[in-house]
């Protein structure tokens, strides 16, 4: 089996016949496996995939739970089940284009020494359908990042692969991939992970080969709405950046991440007038006194004056 294309579903009756879909009917010259695991689902999820199994015998595999056990568990799940070359993360609500397998294979395929893959994806609002934005291109670290990136990129400047864009080779580690700790952000680690055991070189292609939804219940609306998300998120992250010593980062690297990834929530509470955790973070972020970027040296210097620091800011952009 060349390809094990993986996608966790729980409460998506709206979203996962689409998603489904939108892989099972690329053409390839090559086989593939579609392996869905649903959470215990308690709306019409798992009737919709029952629905495409019975359409798609041989191509889809869908396992389902009896009781809710978490994406991490979720994920476990799939990769024991996968019997793939390569391996292909799809979140459930998310859609592949067209051409998405058939151009990644054929891109590991003719580069032995990538490990890794990634393609630009398209934001969209699932209600008007228009795009917002690129997620790589448009990514507020993009200028730092290399059409050939390692695990010290990912860990230094942050999330810059959409979670469902990335193919990576399998390899006898990747029961090991899944940090169940993680509560809210599960991609971050699950790559940096990956790419420690590949010691993956990270190639891009820059297509448009995906579109990622954005819908009340995505994970950024819920985090938009709750600042103990946002916080719980940057623990995640922090867990993530701190795994990798398992992978021979240097501690200085590792601290440099975290330290970024606490400016990065500084900024966000910041723009919401949640001064307190500003505050919080900005200092979280500069107590070695190393700043990320000239930016960040302002917003330390300028963080017992929020309102100020926004015009400064403003006037920077």
């Known amino acids: 089996m060349k390809l094990s294309v993986l996608v966790p579903a729980y409460n ?13 009917e690329q053409e390839t010259d090559f086989d593939f496996e579609v392996i869905v695991c649903d959470d215990a689902s308690t709306d019409k999820t798992q ?38 070359e390569y391996i292909a993360y799809l979140d459930g609500d998310d859609i592949a284009l067209p051409s998405k397998l058939q151009r990644q294979v054929e891109y590991l395929d003719t580069h032995d020494d990538c490990h890794m893959v990634y393609h630009e ?39 810059y692969m959409q979670a469902s ?67 719980q998120s940057l623990r995640d992250i922090e867990l993530a950046c701190e795994l990798s010593s398992q992978f021979g980062i240097k501690p200085d690297l590792i601290k440099a991440g975290i330290a970024h990834h606490r400016f990065a929530a500084a900024l966000y509470f910041l723009a919401r007038d949640a001064n307190d955790l500003f505050l919080k ?26 309102n100020k620091l926004k015009n400064l800011l403003s006037d920077a952009a």
């Open 47 to 84: 009737a919709v995939i029952a629905t495409l199994e019975t359409l798609f015998p041989n191509k889809l595999s869908a396992i389902y739970k009896t009781e809710n056990q978490g994406l991490a568990a979720n994920m476990s799940t799939l990769l024991a089940a996968a019997k793939g």
């Open 165 to 231: 864009s990335v193919m990576f080779r399998n390899h006898s580690n990747l029961s090991k991939t899944v940090s169940p700790k993680c509560k809210i952000i599960f991609d971050y680690a699950f790559y940096i992970n990956n790419a420690g055991y590949l010691q993956a070189n990270v190639d891009f292609i820059p297509e448009v080969l995906g579109r990622y939804r954005l819908h009340e219940n995505s994970f950024g609306q819920q985090t938009s709405r709750s600042f103990d998300r946002r916080e």
């Open 121 to 159: 994806s398209d934001m969209f609002d699932s209600v008007t359908d228009k795009t917002i934005k690129l997620y790589s291109k448009d990514f507020y670290n993009w200028s730092y990042i290399p059409a050939r990136s390692t695990i010290e990129h990912m860990i230094k400047y942050g999330t």
């Open 12 to 24: 998506l009756q709206n979203f996962i016949a689409e998603c489904l879909l939108s892989v099972l």
């Open 281 to 306: 973070y900005i200092e979280l972020a500069s107590n070695s006194g190393l700043f990320f970027n000239d930016k960040h040296q302002t917003a330390y210097e300028n963080r017992q004056n929020p």
